[in-house]
């Protein structure tokens, strides 16, 4: 394993933060982009690997319909313009844990980061479920608090925050 510590930005979507979205993403756009992006460049600066996974669901009609957001080849779908990009690393996955999707499994295998750090979105979601699959493969995984949102309830958030314990997960 190396000394090297991973930062995954997750779902930091156009669909999730710009004017535009559903009212259900209520997330505080400014203060969230202005705390992920102070962490990318404090990662950035330390040598280590900033890597940025979005949610991307097939473009048919029924994600159109039923789901409305993510869908491939679509403006929402893109990386939120507001946040900064340090590095090409970039993955899409279809499901809640990031680890799922292959090309970012392989990837991380490979590089046996020491640490992996997670901030983005949702606490509750995207974010809470690859900090757990993160835990299977590294027994060091961090969720950069300030830099992670949820619209979900204070219950919901701290089901989530007893689970990610359990698992070994520390949010700081």
């Known amino acids: 394993m190396s000394d090297k510590k991973a930062l995954v930005v997750i779902d930091m979507q156009n669909d999730y933060l710009w004017d535009k979205r559903k009212p259900v993403f209520s997330y505080d756009t400014q203060k969230l982009t202005d705390e992920v992006n102070r962490t990318i460049h404090s990662f950035e600066q330390s040598g280590n690997d900033v890597i940025y996974v979005a949610h991307i669901l097939p473009n048919i009609v029924t994600n159109r319909i039923f789901i409305g957001f993510s869908i491939r080849n679509t403006q929402g779908a893109q990386l939120y313009g507001g946040l900064d990009r340090v590095s090409e690393l970039y993955f899409e996955k279809n499901l809640s844990n990031s680890f799922t999707a292959k090309k970012f499994r392989e990837y991380m295998?490979?590089?046996?980061?020491?640490?992996?750090?997670?901030?983005?979105?949702?606490?509750?979601?995207?974010?809470?479920?690859?900090a757990l699959g993160a835990a299977k493969v590294c027994k060091n995984v961090f969720i950069v608090k300030n830099a992670t949102a949820s619209r979900f309830d204070k219950a919901r958030q701290d089901k989530?925050?007893?689970?990610l314990d359990k698992a070994g997960v520390i949010l700081v």
Not at 109 to 130: M, N, Y
Not at 160 to 163: D, K, Q
């Open 109 to 130: 295998a490979q590089q046996a980061h020491s640490e992996i750090w997670l901030c983005g979105l949702d606490l509750c979601g995207c974010v809470g479920k690859t």
């Open 160 to 163: 989530m925050i007893n689970a």
